[in-house]
């Protein structure tokens, strides 16, 4: 049940999906790796909306060079883990929603054990190899992963649903970060970030359609959107083995 301060806080979002959305929100669980440039911005969505519980995983630490993206450090914050100050600052924006971290690197027997307890998973990363560990835990576990991934004034975002469309390999065949320092625009992760808070709020609450087996390709410096449809690989070392859902 939603408190009388619930009703109040979220009266505006309680106007499209109604209270049963609203009550599937504040019972879930949603894992977030990385609370950079995406993260940062997701993890604001996420508790703003009102889910349940924020499970948040980075091991970096606030530098002067992430200010110009990662709108939730101030100067302030610079020395000190990511997750400590996303918790202490998500916590005052929302103090009815859980907040879990865990200031280390994701390696695959931390996704394992996290990914599990999620409902959803939410990728925040800017690497493709914790990339692949996420989305290879997420099809074990048949959880549903939201990706997305900046360059520049580019961007990318993708649903994987295992078993009802492609896993991130079947789309992106493995590979390495190549790039010590990815060039972004500030703006950039705040555009991807939010479709993919609108993603996971859509999911959770039954809420529209997800973008499954659908590519989202933006382009800020022609300002354009694009949609490639895609499909699994019948030979992915991922997800192949996986019967095919409906």
């Known amino acids: 049940m939603l408190s009388k301060d619930e009703l109040v806080r979220y009266d505006r979002q309680l106007r499209i999906f109604g209270s049963e959305g609203q009550e599937r929100l504040k019972s879930s669980s949603v894992l977030l790796v990385g609370v950079g440039g995406l993260g940062s911005i997701i993890s604001l969505y996420l508790v703003a909306a009102g889910i349940g519980k924020l ?25 000190r883990y990511k997750v400590e100050v996303a918790k202490e600052k998500l916590s005052r924006l929302n103090p009815n929603v859980e907040i879990e971290i865990h200031s280390e690197k994701l390696t695959p027997e931390l996704a394992d054990k996290l990914v599990k307890k999620a409902d959803l998973v939410v990728d925040g990363l800017d690497n493709w190899d914790a990339r692949y560990i996420l989305n290879k835990a997420c099809v074990e576990h048949k959880k549903i992963f939201i990706h997305a991934g900046v360059h520049g004034l580019y961007g990318q975002l993708l649903v994987v649903s295992p078993g ?33 808070a609108t993603e996971a709020i859509k999911i959770i609450t039954g809420y529209g359609t997800p973008l499954i087996g659908r590519l989202l390709l933006y382009d800020g410096y022609r300002m354009e959107f694009n949609i490639v449809k895609v499909a699994r690989d019948p030979k992915c070392p991922i997800c192949s083995k996986l019967e095919n859902l409906k």
């Open 164 to 196: 009802k469309g492609p896993c991130l390999a079947c789309v992106f065949k493995k590979k390495s970060s190549v790039e010590e320092v990815i060039p972004i625009l500030g703006s950039t992760p705040g555009v991807m970030a939010s479709l993919e």
């Open 55 to 79: 499970v948040l995983v980075d091991e970096g630490v606030v530098e002067l060079s992430n200010l110009n993206r990662q709108v939730l450090y101030t100067m302030d914050d610079i020395g």
